[in-house]
């Protein structure tokens, strides 16, 4: 009997032991392999944090969304919100964002900024993707525009990148990290099915991530930055959603 | 334990009677997903609520045909934010509980000597159709519970496709996970029951403590 508690003990007090140890080393491994999402704080980050390690780890960092046919392109195109109604904006759209363009800067080696017609002139990707709400409705629709990955290569991203962050005329920033930015299915969309990409859908352009939820989709950009860190920015959990009580990974 | 049993003086012949008793490990891990359960079942309603209605094949949404119109209120402030994060963070405890509990059972015999039908049905505990019971419930309800919820899963679906075309879309996908979420429901309902009914005092020792009183 006393035997058996002694090796107990052992073995509860050297696993204790190796935890007190093993978790501030895993930790700091799994930050330095990008295995930490920026919103990993409380009870609910070790939920996200474990989702967001384990899709990182386990599954590709390229597979490709599915893609679907013609035919399968949804009837209806369902949208949450109100384009934003501030002047900037309203500005730009009566003028037919003829004026508008869109700043990218941070840590690259040639901060620009490109006009719509900038971007209509950069080699087009179009892809017909699944676009699912958190809510749980969902469509499927074709998207154009240029891949966020030649973007990123015109302005050269320093190797210290750890993030790419979103800026539309609304308060619905979001950030990507370097997977998901050089992820080929990642557009800068100006078009949805075969037309100019339709206002409420975020013109005159907005983000596409077809691996992520509806959410991630950043509508009505404005500018893009180029990050390191995302502590200084709005509450520093790299998105304005972890800000109103949604995780800032949505790959689920 | 029946060595234990033995050891603290209980007759062998009494634990063949009354309740089952339960190894610590069919205890802790029938606690745990317990309460990991009802997590989900409470955060999976917080996140229906976002859009009460059901859907079959790839697509669905407000202004297209519906399979089922739940009559609940389309609730949008909100709560599906900490529905979600509960219902992720249970379904991780579930699953890496209920992997233990599966090993732990295939490798002491458990599911065989206690849920399998035994030949000339002397398992000693269940009869023949609430050991069927537990068994679809361990190895068919909840592996489809995850994989329906994966199969929602954009980022998981891009490496591993067939995971939601079997289903025919992402959307038959969430429909099944609510039929099984009923199903797991109704079985809870009967679990519950079945326990208040036959000796609630009994069972309850027996899946707390791991004896019966003698």
């Known amino acids: 009997m006393s035997r058996i508690l002694t090796r107990r003990r052992v073995i ?9 140890a093993g978790v501030p080393a895993a930790a700091r491994l799994a930050s330095r392999y990008g295995l930490i999402p920026p919103d ?12 967001y390690a384990s899709q990182r780890l386990l599954l590709s960092r390229n597979s490709l969304a599915r893609e679907f046919d013609r035919s399968q392109i949804s009837k209806v195109f369902p949208v949450n919100g109100p384009p934003p109604e501030n002047g900037v904006y309203e500005r730009h759209m009566a003028r037919g964002f003829r004026d508008w363009r869109l700043q990218v800067d941070g840590l690259v080696a040639r901060a620009a900024s490109f006009s719509l017609a ?4 950069f080699p087009a990707r179009t892809q017909i993707t699944h676009q699912a709400c958190e809510e749980g409705w969902s469509f499927i629709a074709e998207w154009t525009g240029a891949p966020l990955s030649y973007v990123l290569n015109l302005v050269g991203v320093r190797p210290e990148a750890k993030y790419v962050v979103f800026f539309p005329f609304d308060t619905n920033w979001d ?4 997977p998901d930015a050089w992820h080929p299915q990642t557009l800068l969309a100006y078009g949805m099915n075969g037309q100019e990409l339709p206002t409420p859908h975020g013109a005159p352009v907005r983000l596409r991530v077809p691996r992520q939820l509806g959410y991630k989709s950043v509508k009505y950009l404005a500018s893009i930055k180029v990050v390191d860190s995302l502590k200084n920015i709005g509450n ?3 998105s304005i959603s972890p800000e109103i009580g949604y995780s800032w990974y949505a790959g689920i | 334990m029946a060595d234990s049993a033995q050891a603290a003086g209980v007759p062998a012949e009494a634990k063949a009677v009354g309740s089952p008793r339960h190894s610590a490990l069919i205890r802790v891990t029938h606690w745990i997903t317990a309460l990991g359960f009802l997590a989900l079942l409470v955060s999976g309603i917080a996140i229906l609520l976002a859009h009460p209605r059901l859907y ?5 949404g407000v202004g297209t045909p519906s399979l089922l119109d739940l009559p609940l209120p389309f609730v949008l402030t909100g709560q599906s934010g900490w529905g979600r994060y509960l219902h992720f963070l249970s379904a991780w405890v579930c699953v890496w509980t209920g992997l233990i509990y599966v090993l732990c ?16 049905d002397l398992s000693r505990h269940y009869n023949l159709f609430q050991g069927l019971t537990y068994l679809v419930v361990v190895f068919v309800l909840f592996p489809l519970m995850i994989w329906t919820g994966l199969a929602m899963s954009p980022a998981i679906t891009s490496v591993f496709p067939q995971a939601v075309t079997i289903f025919g879309g992402q959307q038959s996908a969430r429909t099944i996970h609510f039929v099984i979420t009923n199903l797991l429901v109704l079985f809870l309902a009967i679990h519950l029951i079945k326990i208040v009914a036959s000796d609630f005092t009994n069972r309850m020792r027996a899946m707390i403590m791991g004896k019966e009183r003698a």
């Open chain 1, 12 to 20: 509860i007090t050297g696993f204790g032991m190796a935890g007190a």
């Open chain 1, 40 to 51: 990993p704080g409380g009870i609910y980050g070790v939920g996200e944090t474990l989702t």
């Open chain 1, 118 to 121: 900038d971007l209509k002139g």
């Open chain 1, 175 to 178: 950030s990507l990290d370097m």
């Open chain 1, 236 to 238: 520093g959990l790299g």
């Open chain 2, 56 to 60: 079959w094949g790839e697509t669905g």
């Open chain 2, 105 to 120: 059972g295939l490798i002491t015999g458990h599911f065989r000597r206690n849920f399998l039908p035994a030949r000339s």
